[in-house]
């Protein structure tokens, strides 16, 4: 069994029009008209690999389900006003438009409504949407273990040993698992920005953490600390607002990131 994910680009537009010619199926298509809303949608299908094709999904029969049906569903959905402030239904009703067209290999979809704020839904789940969300903040840190020598510290941490410590501008993803209510709407991510901001980026922005925070008095505060920390401290809040919170990634630099997850005692990173 095999995961394939096939992203899909376009411009939505509210008003019916036939779409020009296809030029560019990278940047997006169809192209936009004016002040048209970007979209993104990330379309993962489970399967077998064909012996003949090497194919476990049709990528084509993927493009123009997204062109043929989730285009014009989205439209409709927005512009008519039934449902378009209700996310969650939304998602929902957009995953079983495609799923009527592609067949029961769709697994995930995922919708980008920015390069920083993403809504999915799982084949498994379709009462729950996970909403991430990102933010920033500013922090030093030192990473040094007290009891190896300066020599062992320096061997083990490099740079990142010095005394005086050194900064990051930290990215740090949030992650919830969010009930589909009655009326189709899940929680407000004005909610989550708010509890995050209050929670979180106001704690850690432009502080020393082994300085300036208690929960690095005696913790090495490594990426996968600092994700497992920001889990934990947020957790409690997020379960007060009646959703889960699913994970947290953080990245400390372009190239080095580190996923914490709920129900999982260790963090995941990647570099």
């Not at 940047?27 to 094709?53: E, K, M, N, V, Y």
């Not at 957009?94 to 839904?121: G, K, N, V, W």
């Not at 009462?127 to 040094?144: D, G, K, N, P, T």
């Not at 401290?233 to 889960?244: G, K, S, T």
Request: with cysteine; aromatic share 8%.
């Amino acid at each position: 069994m095999v995961d394939l994910t096939r992203t899909v680009r376009f411009f939505l537009s509210l008003e019916d029009h036939d779409p020009p010619p296809r030029h560019n199926g990278f940047s997006a298509w169809p192209p936009p008209r004016g002040l048209d809303r970007f979209l993104q949608l990330h379309l993962c299908c489970s399967g077998t690999i064909d012996g003949t094709t090497g194919y476990s999904a049709d990528i084509k029969q993927l493009d123009r389900a997204v062109a043929d049906h989730a285009v014009s569903y989205l439209r409709r959905t927005i512009r008519d006003g039934d449902g378009g402030a209700a996310t969650g239904a939304l998602m929902r009703g957009l995953f079983e438009t495609l799923a009527r067209t592609i067949d029961e290999s769709l697994r995930q979809l995922r919708m980008d409504l920015s390069p920083f704020l993403s809504l999915t839904i799982k084949s498994h789940d379709m009462s729950h949407v996970f909403i991430a969300q990102q933010f920033e903040f500013a922090a030093a840190h030192r990473l040094h273990v007290p009891d190896l020598s300066d020599d062992e510290n320096h061997k083990v941490f490099g740079k990142c040993s010095n005394p005086s410590g050194h900064g990051h501008n930290y990215r740090l993803e949030v992650t919830v698992r969010a009930p589909i209510r009655d009326d189709g709407c899940t929680i407000g991510i004005e909610v989550i920005d708010e509890t995050v901001d209050r929670h979180v980026i106001e704690h850690f922005d432009h502080k020393h953490l082994n300085l300036d925070l208690p929960e690095f008095a005696d913790l090495n505060p490594s990426v996968e600390n600092i994700a497992r920390v920001i889990f934990d401290r947020l957790e409690p809040h997020i379960e007060a607002l009646d959703v889960e919170l699913d994970q947290v990634s953080v990245w400390e630099t372009a190239k080095t990131m580190c996923t914490y997850r709920r129900a999982q005692e260790t963090a995941a990173a990647g570099a």
